[in-house]
């Protein structure tokens, strides 16, 4: 688990990118560098909100079996509205106009560093966030070298090289958090994820010996983490009880080699009258199932 106060550390460092491009911006007039603060400053307030976010989701409420789990999933989704909010604000103030190119290199300059700085700070933490941290430092440290690119063309009467630059972190942006939002909201509708067949799950567990039948499958998320399954077994009702135990294992041991560790799978006979399991606890198949 990566400290809170790197995270910390990394959304300073973007406050501080930000800053230093609203600078030289308001100097310059240059839609790449209003389009690289509002970047930053929109990516810093998304670090923010994400961290108490992760903080709110671990507390244990009062009612119900889950933490706040889903508090992560919701964030995603407002964050995606924030950053589709900044794109929308970047492509509305892009003008083509004369600009001081030698600002957007000197801004530059000082962006990247501090982005390398930050991937430096996380290089060694192979957590699931630090990674995607990790890989947007590096395309903010795309982003500023094409903003430097763009003063240095710019500089030689290409004033459309800064529009340009602008136009492509914005439209970044946009499809982003687009991507951020379709995922957020499949989470939310208990969708399954896209890497999971339902279909083909189904028919492999109709294969393994002892399945009759397998009905009321779901398959559904409750975080972008764990993946939840469940479905009744209809089996041979020559199994005993030992051996209906051990399909249902296999059931399992099939679920998790797809990756799905969070089962819940209620067992049924396929028959309507008396079988081995009715016979092994001396009762009623009807009795047996409400045991």
Same mark, same amino acid.
Do not use: K
């Given at each position: 688990m990566t400290r809170p106060g790197k995270f910390l550390l990394v959304t300073l460092l973007n406050v501080l990118i930000a800053l230093v491009m609203y600078h030289y911006y308001t100097l310059s007039g240059s839609s790449a560098l209003f389009a690289e603060f509002v970047h930053n400053a929109c990516d810093s307030l998304c670090l923010a909100v994400a961290a108490l976010a992760s903080v709110v989701s671990t507390i244990e409420p009062k009612r119900g079996s889950y933490r706040y789990t889903r508090a992560e999933t919701l964030t995603a989704l407002l964050n995606s509205a924030i950053v589709a909010f900044a794109a929308?604000? *970047?492509?509305? %103030? !892009?003008? *083509?106009? !004369?600009? #001081?190119?030698?600002?957007?290199? *000197?801004a530059a300059s000082i962006a990247v560093p501090a982005n390398l700085a930050g991937y430096a700070f996380l290089r060694r933490d192979e957590s699931l966030n630090a990674r995607a941290v990790r890989l947007h430092?590096? !395309?903010?440290?795309?982003?500023? #070298? /094409?903003v430097a690119f763009a003063g240095l063309a710019v500089s030689e009467g290409w004033y459309w090289m800064d529009v340009a630059v602008a136009g492509v972190i914005a439209v970044h942006m946009l499809i982003h958090s687009l991507k951020i939002a379709k995922r957020s909201i499949s989470i939310l509708m208990q969708l399954p994820p896209e890497n999971v067949d339902v279909e083909e799950i189904t028919r492999e567990i109709g294969e393994v010996p002892g399945v009759r039948d397998v009905h009321h499958v779901h398959?559904?998320?409750?975080?972008?983490?764990?993946? %939840?399954?469940?479905?009744h077994l209809k089996l041979d009702c020559e199994l005993r009880l030992r051996e209906a135990d051990e399909v249902r294992k296999s059931v399992e041991s099939l679920l998790k080699r797809k990756g799905i560790n969070h089962t819940t799978i209620q067992v049924e006979c396929s028959c309507d009258g008396f079988c081995s399991f009715s016979r /092994?606890? $001396?009762?009623?198949?009807? $009795?047996?199932?409400s045991q």
């Open positions: 929308l604000t *970047i492509l509305s %103030h !892009i003008r *083509i106009g !004369i600009v #001081a190119g030698n600002y957007m290199v *000197i430092l590096m !395309i903010d440290c795309l982003f500023s #070298a /094409a398959v559904w998320q409750l975080d972008e983490f764990g993946v %939840h399954f469940e479905c /092994a606890l $001396q009762v009623p198949f009807r $009795q047996c199932r």
